[in-house]
């Protein structure tokens, strides 16, 4: 999953990206609301925890400017106005929830995890096919009974094929959701980590569409 975390707090925004990232998401960190502007400009995000109190572009500012351009990243204001007012304002604006600081960071996972599962239209907290199920929380995929072990890649990537279970990803959008700044992208590493899943899950769990990208099917 890639996250946008727009935060101007250096001390919270930084132990915020290496929480995320330990939970596995592909995060992307801007400390005011033009730079948080730009990046949505260029890149596409599954999950955006927006901060309201922001230099440059203020948070409701860039809410209302990316649900304009019709963007549908689920958006998780992330602030310390606390009044009825102010969190009817944000979810009016286009927000999905609304985290008031301080905060547990375990809440604010819990809270990103639901926002995936209703922006992808899935109701059951396990995401399952056939014999496989994937419990997000847990961070654990079994076949059948017996746990298999997967590295923080491949749990994402499965996890983010079952999300669209039924819709051809490319390569293009796999890298775009699971690589953040910074991090280096080998030219052959989706069909890398894909190998590997069927080597532990099975061949016919993933289908390749020659030129195009992968799918796993609908039962």
Do not use: C
């Amino acid at each position: 999953m890639r996250l946008l975390l727009v935060e101007d707090d250096a001390l919270l925004g930084d132990g915020l990206r290496v929480g995320l990232r330990q939970a596995g998401y592909a995060v992307d960190w801007a400390q005011d609301g033009l730079a948080a502007k730009l990046s949505l400009q260029t890149e596409e995000y599954d999950l955006v925890v927006l901060d309201l109190g922001l230099p440059k572009v203020t948070g409701l500012e860039l809410l209302r400017w990316l649900r304009g351009q019709g963007k549908s990243a689920g958006i998780l204001i992330l602030t310390a106005r606390d009044t009825i007012p102010d969190r009817i304002t944000g979810l009016d604006a286009g927000a999905d929830d609304y985290l008031i600081k301080p905060f547990d960071l375990d809440e604010l996972i819990a809270r990103l995890r639901a926002l995936s599962r209703r922006n992808s239209g899935i109701v059951t907290p396990l995401l399952q096919h056939g014999a496989i199920t994937l419990d997000p929380a847990a961070h654990q995929v079994k076949n059948g009974s017996d746990l298999v072990d997967l590295s923080a890649r491949e749990f994402a990537l499965l996890h983010l094929l079952l999300l669209h279970m039924g819709r051809v990803q490319t390569r293009d959008q796999l890298e775009s959701h699971l690589y953040g700044w910074g991090e280096e992208v080998e030219s052959n590493s989706i069909e890398v980590h894909i190998h590997h899943l069927r080597k532990k899950l099975g061949n016919s769990l993933i289908r390749t569409l020659r030129g195009i990208g992968y799918v796993i099917d609908k039962p």
